[in-house]
């Protein structure tokens, strides 16, 4: 569903499932079990995150919505479709629905900033004519229209920051994924960001954010989910950490 | 059963942790860029006719600074080894026309020439039998360019082989080199015996002998020439596979991000492919002159040593021949990135 369509459903009322994990486990290839049973689900327009100590598996369960793994257990559905076992072929459409933001920004350091945060309109096949002017305008909100043309190497680390983030947002994505999106932040450039999020979330796109600060969980409001070794502990909640509770 | 990767080469990498900064933005309200109610980069592909991402040549004709670094094995070293190919592949090349051209001027040459052997025991016998060859050969249509070479000019023929003064105890034959037209050449048996009947000790000689070696020769130098250049060829492929599997092996993490964001198999073989096609022309174009600087050395060399009409081929009367080299870069190029493709997109198939 691409975000005509999406803003049609919301309209009409109906809000399909974007993520679903039922039962889900994962194991590594050395046998480290990271997730286990984890059930939960995420509608459109959903905001949620996703909280838990270092080594919970927060990072695990982003890489099996962002398919860059496979469960070993239970059953995964995107937007609407099982893709458990989906064929390699299936999976890039489902990708370019989905904008992730990595813990550790994953950009290439061959290209500039520009031409970073152009890829996924690169790769869908856009003539540069049509995305130049976007890119340019992004580049400049996230205060880096000095640097468009600098390789990462030269960037700060805030700044690499922005320039993964405005990544993820070009393709105007239906799911944002954000693994730990202000750990390399200021609180006030986190706090810039995470608000761009919950107004992402405003316009249509369903977030998950996995985060270990508790004080922009409870700052926001939003709906969140803890792991702990790898168990969804408590279901979802709403608030920090002061305000668990169970959600039916 | 334990987690398998989707996609990619390798696990998340990236660049370690960086250290906490400020800075400006994001501020101010979301840009158009971002906002949803905007077409979606697959609504603008469609739209705009762009190269799709899923397109078997999306990957190449998508503008922009290649996606893969130019690192590892498709960088200068594999330049390098395109060029020494593509080298030896021209000069294997230029070696076949070389040789189909002489051989067509070497039995052209024996096809339209004859010899009559005018053998006598003395020199007055000789002379009486050349005579009568003359007259026959004369009266012959598709007969011209009729020369009588005595038996001293046949004696210094052998020079080389019996030394000075042969001809003193040997009874060297006097030779008649004449041209024949196509229509004399096919009724050689017809002017055979019309000489068999003027006189005896005259022998025909069509060189049909030499010209089947030479025509055995030339054709077993061609097939040897073209074979190099075949070898060569697939060489360079079986180069560029391992070159390509290097590559991906290099660029995991590259690789692994164009697959999170969407990229196909297609595409990326695509960039691998245009990287391929760049450094191959690159590379094939630098062996072509090379191989070209080389022919023409070896041209100036013979030159220079003496005239090379019969025994060696000559380039420097045919450079047009040399035209056909042009296709080595393009040969080379097109196997070589063809070839990197393929490997790209059976190595990612087997990557989950």
């Given at each position: 569903m691409r975000n005509a369509d999406r803003r049609g459903v919301r309209n009409s009322g109906r809000r399909p499932m974007v993520v679903a994990f039922e039962n889900i486990g994962l194991t590594y290839e050395d046998g480290a079990e990271v997730l286990r049973s984890v059930n939960f689900s995420l509608k459109d327009g959903e905001f949620r995150f996703l909280t838990g100590p270092s080594g919970a598996g927060k990072t695990s369960l982003l890489k099996l919505i962002y398919l860059a793994l496979k469960p070993t257990k239970g059953r995964l559905t995107l937007f609407g479709e099982d893709v458990t076992d989906a064929p390699r072929e299936t999976l890039p459409a489902l990708r370019r629905r989905i904008g992730v933001v990595f813990q550790e920004f994953r950009l290439l350091n061959h290209l500039t900033a520009f031409e970073n945060v152009s890829l996924p309109m690169r790769i869908a096949g856009v003539n540069q004519a049509h995305y130049r002017e976007d890119v340019s305008e992004l580049l400049n909100w996230v205060g880096l229209g000095d640097r468009?043309?600098?390789?990462?190497?030269?960037?700060?680390g805030g700044e690499k920051q922005r320039v993964a983030l405005a990544r993820a947002l070009v393709s105007k994505p239906d799911l944002i994924l954000a693994d730990?999106?202000?750990?390399?932040?200021d609180p006030e450039m986190g706090e810039k960001i995470m608000k761009l999020f919950v107004e992402l979330n405003r316009l249509g796109a369903a977030v998950v954010i996995a985060t270990h600060d508790i004080h922009l969980v409870e700052a926001l409001g939003k709906k969140s989910m803890r792991l702990d070794n790898g168990r969804l502990v408590d279901g979802v909640m709403r608030g920090g950490a002061s305000s668990w509770r169970a959600q039916a | 059963m334990s987690a398998k990767r989707r996609g990619g080469k390798s696990q998340d990498a990236g660049a370690g942790r960086a250290r906490p900064v400020g800075g400006r933005g994001?501020?101010?309200?979301?840009?158009?860029?971002?906002?949803?109610d905007g077409p979606s980069p697959d609504d603008l592909a469609a739209s705009t006719g762009?190269?799709?991402?899923?397109?078997?040549?999306g990957g190449v004709f998508v503008g922009g600074a290649p996606l893969l670094p130019d690192v590892g094995a498709t960088g200068a070293p594999m330049t390098a080894v395109i060029a020494v190919m593509s080298a030896l592949a021209a000069l294997a090349l230029a070696g076949f026309i070389a040789i189909a051209a002489a051989a067509e001027r070497w039995t052209d040459d024996l096809e339209a020439s004859m010899t009559v052997q005018v053998k006598g025991a003395d020199k007055e016998e000789i002379d009486g039998r050349t005579l009568s060859a003359l007259s026959v050969l004369e009266a012959a249509d598709g007969v011209s360019g009729i020369q009588v070479r005595p038996p001293e000019e046949a004696a210094k023929l052998l020079t080389p082989w019996l030394g000075e003064g042969a001809s003193a105890y040997l009874s060297v034959p006097a030779l008649i080199d004449f041209k024949v037209d196509a229509a004399a050449r096919a009724d050689l048996g017809g002017l055979r015996a019309r000489l068999v009947g003027a006189s005896d000790g005259l022998i025909l000689d069509d060189h049909g002998v030499w010209n089947d070696s030479l025509r055995t020769a030339a054709r077993s130098g061609q097939a040897l020439t073209f074979g190099i250049f075949v070898l060569v060829t697939a060489a360079a492929c079986a180069i560029a596979a391992f070159a390509a599997r290097a590559g991906l092996a290099a660029n995991a993490d590259v690789i692994s991000l164009l697959h999170l964001v969407g990229a196909t198999d297609a595409f990326i073989a695509g960039e691998v492919q245009k990287r391929f096609l760049f450094v191959s022309l690159r590379g094939s174009l630098i062996g072509l002159a090379a191989a070209a600087a080389a022919i023409a050395a070896l041209t100036l060399i013979v030159g220079a040593s003496g005239p090379p009409e019969f025994f060696l081929p000559s380039f420097a009367t045919h450079p047009a021949l040399l035209a056909p080299m042009l296709l080595v870069p393009a040969a080379i190029s097109a196997a070589t990135s063809v070839t990197a493709r393929r490997t790209v997109l059976a190595s990612l198939k087997q990557d989950l």
């Open positions: 468009m043309h600098a390789p990462p190497q030269t960037l700060s730990e999106p202000t750990g390399n932040v | 994001p501020e101010g309200p979301l840009p158009n860029a971002v906002r949803p762009g190269a799709a991402a899923g397109s078997r040549l």
